[in-house]
C-alpha cells in the first residue's frame, strides 16, 4: 500500500503528501505570515527575495484579500492547482489573525480546494478548532529535537504569552507545545506531517526518537530535510548532511513513520508543480 492510500483520501491530491499526485497537482502558498514566534539556528526569513528558492523566503507579503486574489489569478493561469498552503515566511500561528483571515477567505470563494498549513508548533494548539472549522485537513509540524539540550543548540529562543525564554527551558517548551498539537489535531482527524530538519552533529542521533514519538501520537508521515547552511545564521558555516545520512535515516525512522521522499523544499510563496524544479511565483 502506497504512503497516500494509507492517509486522507484528499491526499490522493495532495503533491507533498503523495508522490504520485506530485505528477499532476500544483501548490500555491500564501505569504501572509511575516513574523515568528522563535528564533531557528538555521533560519533567516527573507520578504523581498526574488534569488533564493527554500523554506522563509518569498517576494512579498500580502494581506488576506490581495492573497485571495493573487490565488484566483493564479487559479485562471494554473487549473491544475490542488491545495493552498500557508507557510511562512515566519509561522503561520505567530500572528493566527492574518492565518484564519486568509482561510476563512479562501473556503468562502474556492471551497474545493485543499487547506495546508506549516508551523514549528509553538501557537499551533490554541488553534486547531479554528483550523479545523474552516476545514484544514493537512498540517505540517516540525519537531527537531526531543532532548531539550540537543533542541537548546537548534532554537536560540522561544517567545510564549509575551515572554522571551532561551536555553533548555525553551526546547523543552517548545516540545511540550508541539506534542499537544499534534494530539489535539489528531482528534481532530487531521492528517500531520512531521518535518524534522537534520543537522549533522547537533541532531541526528535524535532523528529516530523523534520519529519514535511522532508515530506514539498517530503523526502519519514524517519528512526529514537537509539544512541548508543560510548566510547571516548561527549555523551559516555548518556542514549540510550528505545524500547518504539522509537515506540512512529515513531507512531507520521508517521503522516508525512512512517517509516523505520527494520535498522540493518550496518557498513561502511558491506556486505550480512542486517537479517543476525552483519555481516560485513573485506574490502579489
Given at each position: 500500500m502506497s504512503t497516500s492510500q494509507m492517509l486522507a483520501p484528499g491526499a490522493q491530491s495532495h503533491p507533498c503528501f503523495s508522490p504520485s499526485a506530485a505528477n499532476r497537482f500544483g501548490r500555491i502558498h500564501l505569504p501572509v505570515a511575516p513574523n515568528c514566534n522563535l528564533r531557528c539556528g538555521y533560519c533567516d526569513r527573507r520578504h523581498d527575495c526574488v534569488n533564493e528558492s527554500r523554506p522563509g523566503v518569498t517576494s512579498r507579503i500580502l494581506d488576506p484579500e490581495r492573497a485571495l486574489a493573487h490565488l484566483g489569478e493564479s487559479r485562471a493561469r494554473m487549473p491544475f492547482l490542488s491545495v493552498v498552503g500557508i507557510a511562512g515566511p515566519g509561522d503561520p500561528m505567530a500572528e493566527p489573525e492574518l492565518t484564519l483571515a486568509t482561510l476563512e477567505l479562501i473556503?468562502?470563494?474556492?471551497?474545493?480546494?485543499?487547506?495546508?498549513?506549516?508551523?514549528?508548533?509553538?501557537?499551533?494548539?490554541?488553534?486547531?478548532?479554528?483550523?479545523?472549522?474552516?476545514?484544514?485537513?493537512?498540517?505540517?509540524?516540525?519537531?527537531?529535537?526531543?532532548?531539550?539540550?540537543?533542541?537548546?543548540?537548534?532554537?536560540?529562543?522561544?517567545?510564549?504569552?509575551?515572554?522571551?525564554?532561551?536555553?533548555?527551558?525553551?526546547?523543552g517548551a517548545l516540545l511540550q507545545r508541539q506534542i499537544d498539537a499534534v494530539v489535539r489535531l489528531k482528534?481532530?482527524?487531521?492528517?500531520?506531517?512531521?518535518?524534522?530538519?537534520?543537522?549533522?552533529?547537533?541532531?541526528?542521533?535524535?532523528?529516530?526518537?523523534?520519529?519514535?514519538?511522532?508515530?506514539?501520537?498517530?503523526?502519519?508521515?514524517?519528512?526529514?530535510?537537509?539544512?541548508?547552511?543560510?548566510?547571516?545564521?548561527?549555523?551559516?558555516?555548518?556542514?549540510?548532511?550528505?545524500?547518504?545520512?539522509?537515506?540512512?535515516?529515513?531507512?531507520?525512522a521508517e521503522e516508525y513513520l512512512p517517509q516523505m521522499t520527494h520535498c522540493a523544499r518550496c518557498r513561502a510563496d511558491a506556486c505550480g508543480l512542486t517537479r517543476d524544479g525552483a519555481d516560485h511565483s513573485r506574490a502579489g
Open positions: 473556503r468562502r470563494h474556492h471551497p474545493d480546494l485543499l487547506l495546508c498549513l506549516s508551523s514549528n508548533g509553538l501557537g499551533l494548539a490554541d488553534e486547531v478548532e479554528n483550523l479545523v472549522d474552516l476545514g484544514v485537513d493537512f498540517v505540517t509540524l516540525t519537531i527537531n529535537a526531543v532532548d531539550p539540550l540537543i533542541g537548546s543548540r537548534i532554537y536560540d529562543h522561544i517567545r510564549l504569552a509575551g515572554e522571551i525564554y532561551r536555553g533548555v527551558e525553551a526546547a482528534a481532530r482527524g487531521v492528517t500531520v506531517k512531521i518535518n524534522t530538519v537534520v543537522i549533522p552533529e547537533i541532531n541526528d542521533r535524535e532523528v529516530v526518537a523523534v520519529a519514535r514519538l511522532a508515530a506514539s501520537l498517530g503523526a502519519d508521515l514524517m519528512n526529514l530535510i537537509g539544512m541548508i547552511p543560510v548566510s547571516g545564521t548561527p549555523l551559516e558555516h555548518h556542514s549540510p548532511p550528505t545524500r547518504s545520512m539522509l537515506d540512512a535515516l529515513r531507512t531507520k
